[in-house]
């Protein structure tokens, strides 16, 4: 059995695009049984009806639907902890992830060789320029002050073995970055290649806003780099007053002591008071990561569901 992860998030427009090319696909691939466990992830639109719909017709239907919007990272977790298949995709509601790719991944899964089919992008045809080069910066970045290995273009849509489903289940960090944690479990991934799809209809729920703070909470995430480099310029800034100190009185000693120079200390106080404030910045970051985890809030809270023993609070 295969189990299709769907989060959705006001998909009134593209759920009707999406379950037919499901059906079509199941068809494809007849070896397999199905199960589409749609999240909707609060949506404030027609979704939860049309689930509610699809599911009274087609029992292969399964959804969680949650109290609030919790954000797609929740949405997946709540899939991870609730497949049924031996094997599980995880995959947008917007088409931007064909699911007719599902057949191939699943030929490179079967062939005993991989435990996970990750999917790629190769162009980013049909993004706006900027987000690209955002997006590209990002994952040289990650890749350099992380240890997870992250593809540039990768997406969340990746068809994967169960225990590999049962070991992002198991890791219950409250912040979470799925690209880093796919990377961090490990198993032997192939990176299927394709070409960027747009949405088939709706909108994007990310704004370039959002993506930079989703961003920024993945370095958090997964490197203490920041940290480091908050330590690192306080060593430098040290070094640099004793310089500036051992210059000074030897000044004093050869001219005297005419006043002046009153600018530069002004520049000087100024410039290391906004090196202090970025440093304590970063371990604010830190901290309100630390201070989000010991809460120990749950992830997701499950209010409707057609599937039998499912955790609501989780
Ligand atoms: N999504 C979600 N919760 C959110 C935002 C998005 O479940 O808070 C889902 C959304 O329904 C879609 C997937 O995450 O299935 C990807 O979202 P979207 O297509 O808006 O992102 P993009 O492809 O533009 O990065
Ligand atoms: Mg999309």
């Known amino acids: 059995m295969i189990s299709l992860i769907i989060p959705c998030y006001n998909e009134e427009q593209t759920l009707p695009i999406l379950y037919p090319e499901l059906c079509r696909v199941a068809e494809e ?8 466990l749609f999240v909707n992830d609060g949506s404030r639109d027609g979704t939860l009806a049309i689930l509610r719909d699809l599911a009274a017709k087609d029992e292969r239907v399964k959804y969680l639907s949650f109290s609030r919007n919790f954000g797609k990272e929740a949405a997946m977790y709540a899939g ?3 497949v049924r298949g031996d094997y599980a995709a995880v995959m947008d509601a917007d088409m931007q992830d064909p699911p007719g790719l599902l057949k191939d991944m699943l030929a490179y899964l079967e062939s005993g060789e991989y435990d996970s089919v990750a999917t790629r992008r190769v162009t980013r045809k049909g993004e706006p320029p900027i987000r690209s080069l955002f997006a590209r910066i990002f994952y040289k970045l990650m890749n350099r002050i992380t240890d997870v290995d992250l593809v540039d273009g990768a997406r969340d849509f990746r068809l994967m073995k169960r225990e590999m489903c049962d070991a992002l289940a198991a890791i219950g960090e409250y912040n979470r970055f799925s690209k880093g944690i796919f990377g961090w479990v490990g198993y032997r991934t192939y990176w299927y290649p394709y070409e960027n799809v747009e949405r088939a209809a709706g909108e994007t729920k990310w704004s370039f806003w959002k993506l930079l703070k ?11 780099v920041p940290l480091a480099l908050a330590s690192y310029s306080g060593l430098f800034f040290t070094f640099l007053s004793f310089v500036a100190i051992c210059f000074i009185v030897v000044r004093k000693w050869i001219y005297g002591d005419p006043v002046a120079g009153w600018p530069s200390l002004a520049c000087i106080v100024t410039f290391i008071g906004g090196i202090q404030l970025f440093c304590i910045g970063i371990m604010g970051q830190y901290l309100a990561k630390v201070y989000m985890e010991v809460k120990r809030r749950p992830h997701y809270i499950i209010s409707e569901t057609n599937k039998e023993d499912v955790r609501k609070i989780q």
Not at 29 to 36: D, Q, S
Not at 214 to 222: A, C, E, H, N, Q
Request: proline share 0%; hydrophobic share 40%; glycine share 4%.
């Open 29 to 36: 691939i007849a070896e397999h049984t199905f199960e589409f």
């Open 80 to 82: 991870f902890c609730n």
């Open 214 to 224: 989703y961003s920024l909470d993945g370095i958090v995430s997964f490197s203490q």
